[in-house]
């Protein structure tokens, strides 16, 4: 037999085969019970299991698919660590929390199911994960702790429950296909880098959460006068419906905080705050960046909702080579200029 079994505990796996069925009434799979059993591609784990170890499966590269018992209430940290091969995961309703590195570098993982009962997913618990394309967390979930998904590269959609509080250092960095994340309006605390996907993101907030620059990519918030223009990206995040003037702008770099400012003009929904006293202060480059970026959406929502003067715009429209854009902004700015002398003619009548 090539199990080492003592009072119910699973020591230690010593055989070759490619299908491994643990024998009925193990209570407990030891820490390293089965490490680096290379030939092992599935395993049948009995209901009688309540505990597998830490590093359990760790470096199982072959095993293709993992099962376990509705009886098991603990997960040790590494359990499935560097199983190369392994698809998919069922996990049972009976874990309230994932360990850390619990599936770190399981490079060909596609499909996790996780129960409506984890309410904590330790660190690193996904990292490198690269075949991971959507993940749906549980409503339960209240902390996603450092680099869950650290360089999770294939990670396109993530799904993050309206009771998440806490979100760790680094949960997102290297996720380069996460083209969007809905935060809730419970989430009250989150980390350095945790949105540092490396790529492009539409960051949905609520006007409860304050967003800072060090959640963000570093190298998004910096002057970019004095850097390479090749590493000028300013659409790399957009912070859409968030609520801009609970930023501390004193935090962002000079041009980081015109690219937030035309941000919020495209998904204008309500005041501005002290935005408003920022933008007509630096109206000039806002306009540069609206012009030369073709973020025109953003010049008619300020023109719309009488943010900018229409004049002010003027000196800008020969370099505007879309005709339909370019028509667009002339008609706006002549009916608010048309607003403009009604307002001064009902005056004129009052006096």
Request: hydrophobic share 40%; with cysteine.
């Amino acid at each position: 037999m090539p199990f080492e079994i003592s009072h119910d505990v699973l020591k230690k796996y010593e055989g070759n085969e490619t299908h491994v069925i643990i024998p009925e009434g193990i209570r407990e799979i030891a820490d390293y019970a089965f490490y680096g059993a290379h030939a092992m591609e599935y395993i049948s784990i009995p209901s009688s299991v309540k505990e597998i170890g830490t590093n359990a499966f760790y470096d199982c590269a072959s095993l293709k698919e993992a099962v376990l018992p509705d009886s098991l209430f603990y997960l040790g940290s590494a359990a499935f660590g560097r199983c190369f091969d392994l698809k998919r995961v069922w996990l049972p309703d009976s874990l309230t929390s994932l360990p850390r590195i619990a599936f770190f570098q399981c490079e060909r993982l596609e499909q996790i199911r996780l129960p409506e009962t984890i309410t904590r997913i330790g660190r690193a618990c996904f990292e490198k994960c690269r075949s991971l394309h959507v993940i749906v967390l549980p409503e339960t979930l209240r902390i996603l702790e450092d680099n869950v998904f650290d360089e999770c590269t294939q990670l396109e959609a993530v799904f993050l429950p309206e009771n998440l509080e806490e979100i760790g250092n680094n949960v997102f960095i290297g996720c380069e296909n996460l083209a969007e994340i809905t935060l809730g309006k419970n989430v009250r605390k989150i980390g350095t880098g945790a949105f540092e996907t490396g790529g492009s993101l539409k960051l949905n907030v609520p006007e409860e959460t304050e967003i800072r620059p060090q959640m963000l990519d570093n190298r998004w918030n910096m002057d970019w006068r004095t850097d390479t223009p090749s590493r000028l990206d300013e659409k790399k995040y957009l912070l859409h419906d968030s609520y801009i003037p609970s930023l501390r702008l004193n935090e962002w770099k000079p041009l980081s905080r015109v690219v937030l400012a035309v941000n919020y003009l495209e998904t204008y929904r309500g005041p501005l705050g002290n935005y408003e006293t920022w933008i007509h202060e630096h109206t000039q480059e806002l306009l540069e960046m609206i012009v030369s970026s073709k973020r025109y959406e953003a010049l008619n929502k300020a023109l719309a909702n009488n943010i900018l003067d229409a004049d002010l715009v003027q000196p800008y429209l020969h370099r505007i080579n879309d005709r339909d854009e370019k028509a667009k902004l002339l008609e706006m700015s002549r009916n608010q200029k048309k607003k403009d002398d009604l307002l001064s003619m009902d005056l004129d009548d009052l006096f």
